[in-house]
């Protein structure tokens, strides 16, 4: 899932959910990619959650990252350099501590629209009836930023996605987060005006289109994200696929750390 708001300072329970392993497929477009750089990447990653240990690995598994939500501490994982950091899983603020921050700090508030329709379509995925809903994110235009508009199109079943952040129920629950928008970043903060429901779940199909305006003639940029869940599992994980691999060694300036 994307993490677009300020994700700090409000510790909360993490309630502990079945096992579980999604497999997911993601295609990106970016019509502003430079001449020399590829307009489309692929990824794929697998996610494992077994109470509050996370795991979140790249495929072919170069990349790993392990979080415990009980400690919120994590290791960073580079399996061919064998090497290893450690890091502080990030704590999330709710809605009512945004709208505190924002009253003391209103020079940080960007006024963002959202409608969400449920177009009222049903599709089984892995055993699931799915969703459909389709959310529509608007940042108007203002003197610092020529706006956009994001369009997320997507269908939801009931599950718990992976959470590799460890984070609240109030993220999966709470319009700001549920919905974001990559149209505002730390350290300013979305004040989201939405209408319709919250979608909520595990997407199992989700189309991002994130489109910019383009300025002085030039032409929209234009990203689109695509991603699929191409396994789900609730089978019993092994506790030790959460521990630090063998063989590593700590390198505290691991992926670029100060």
């Given at each position: 899932?994307?993490?677009?708001?300020?994700?700090?300072?409000?510790?909360?329970?993490?309630?502990?959910?079945?096992?579980?392993?999604?497999?997911?497929?993601?295609?990106?477009?970016?019509?502003?990619?430079?001449?020399?750089?590829?307009?489309?990447?692929?990824?794929?990653?697998v996610y494992y959650r077994k109470g509050s240990m996370r795991r979140r690995d790249g495929v072919p598994a170069s990349i790993s990252n392990i979080a415990n939500c009980d400690t919120r501490t994590g290791y960073l994982?580079?399996?061919?350099?064998?090497?290893?950091?450690?890091?502080?899983?990030?704590?999330?603020?709710?809605?009512?501590?945004?709208?505190?921050?924002?009253?003391?700090?209103?020079?940080?508030?960007?006024?963002?629209?959202s409608k969400t329709i449920d177009t009222g379509e049903r599709k089984m995925f892995f055993g699931h009836l799915a969703k459909h809903f389709i959310t529509t994110t608007t940042r108007p235009p203002d003197k610092n930023d020529a706006g956009g508009e994001e369009t997320i199109d997507a269908w939801y079943i009931d599950h718990e996605p992976p959470d590799h952040d460890c984070a609240p129920d109030s993220v999966r629950t709470e319009t700001s987060y549920a919905v974001g928008t990559a149209f505002v970043m730390p350290p300013k903060i979305a004040r989201l005006h939405h209408i319709g429901p919250t979608p909520s779940g595990l997407a199992v199909e989700r189309t991002l289109t994130h489109k910019t305006a383009g300025g002085k003639g030039l032409a929209d940029r234009i990203i689109t994200t695509q991603e699929t869940v191409e396994e789900l599992s609730d089978a019993t994980l092994d506790p030790s696929l959460f521990n630090l691999p063998p063989g590593l060694h700590e390198n505290p300036h691991l992926f670029g750390a100060k």
């Open positions: 899932m994307r993490r677009f708001l300020i994700p700090i300072l409000l510790a909360s329970a993490v309630v502990c959910y079945a096992d579980t392993t999604v497999k997911t497929h993601t295609v990106i477009t970016d019509t502003g990619s430079p001449p020399n750089v590829q307009s489309q990447s692929e990824l794929r990653k994982i580079d399996l061919n350099a064998h090497e290893y950091r450690n890091y502080k899983v990030v704590k999330f603020w709710s809605t009512s501590n945004m709208e505190d921050y924002l009253q003391k700090h209103p020079e940080d508030a960007i006024q963002i629209e």
